[in-house]
């Protein structure tokens, strides 16, 4: 079964640093989105990527925050200066265009220090 | 603001039903889901209800009324591997198909 592949599992950098979060979402899909999970806490949505450009975001993602799709099957976060608050599971997402199911990778997991 | 609710914590023994209800009040509504999430896992979709009425996918099924913003997601003989949370999420928009999580219901299966 198709699946959402993301890389690294788990990364620990410095605050102040830039990490780059990178998904592989299911080739067939058309939207892409990153959520994030603090730990014990539910999920949020951060971004919706559609035909090459930003859909839709959150007020959680800000400046700091960039997406891009550098190829045809990656799909990356930039965080750029990450802060301790920032220490979350991030999920990456696809779908097909009505989005009524989303498909989940199994998520990359930042540490901030 | 965006807020669904739904119970904390479930906990139950082998083949008996859950019920876990969410209620939501969202600026629009397109549909409602409902995810499963192991420790440490991935969000799995459940299911996904866009009109009125029951939903059945196996062991699992779901439930929707738009009239009074809620839905209810149904575990029948439930099994230990059934233990996990259970995220209702609503899709607000057309644009984006961005959802807004419920804080999860933590169901937990006994012998």
């Known amino acids: 079964e198709p699946e959402v592949t993301q890389t690294p599992s788990h990364q620990v950098t410095q605050m102040g640093q830039e990490v780059i979060l990178r998904c592989v979402p299911i080739?067939?899909?058309?939207?892409f989105y990153w959520y994030r999970q603090i730990l014990g806490q539910k999920v949020e949505f951060l971004v919706s990527?559609?035909?090459?450009?930003?859909?839709?975001k959150s007020e959680i993602f800000d400046d700091q925050f960039s997406v891009e799709r550098p190829d045809g099957s990656n799909f990356t976060l930039k965080i750029r200066s990450t802060k301790l608050e920032d220490s979350a599971m991030y999920f990456c997402?696809?779908?097909?265009?009505?989005?009524?199911?989303?498909?989940f990778g199994e998520g990359s997991w930042l540490t901030v220090v | 603001g965006q807020s669904l609710e739904q119970p904390s914590e479930v906990t139950a023994v082998e083949g008996a039903i859950v019920q876990i209800n969410c209620t939501y009040q969202?600026?629009?509504?397109?549909?409602l889901s409902w995810y499963q999430q192991h420790d440490g896992g991935a969000p799995t979709f459940l299911s996904y209800?866009?009109?009125?009425g029951l939903e059945e996918t196996g062991r699992f099924s779901s439930f929707l009324s738009r009239s009074d913003s809620y839905g209810y997601l149904l575990l029948q003989e439930l099994q230990m591997k059934d233990s996990a949370s259970y995220f209702c999420a609503v899709r607000d928009q057309a644009a984006g198909n961005k959802l807004t999580f419920g804080g999860g219901t933590r169901v937990l299966v006994k012998p």
């Open positions: 990527f559609y035909n090459n450009e930003i859909s839709e």
């Open positions: 969202t600026s629009g509504f397109y549909g």
């Open positions: 080739s067939n899909h058309l939207y």
């Open positions: 209800n866009a009109l009125d």
């Open positions: 997402a696809s779908s097909g265009l009505s989005g009524n199911t989303i498909y």
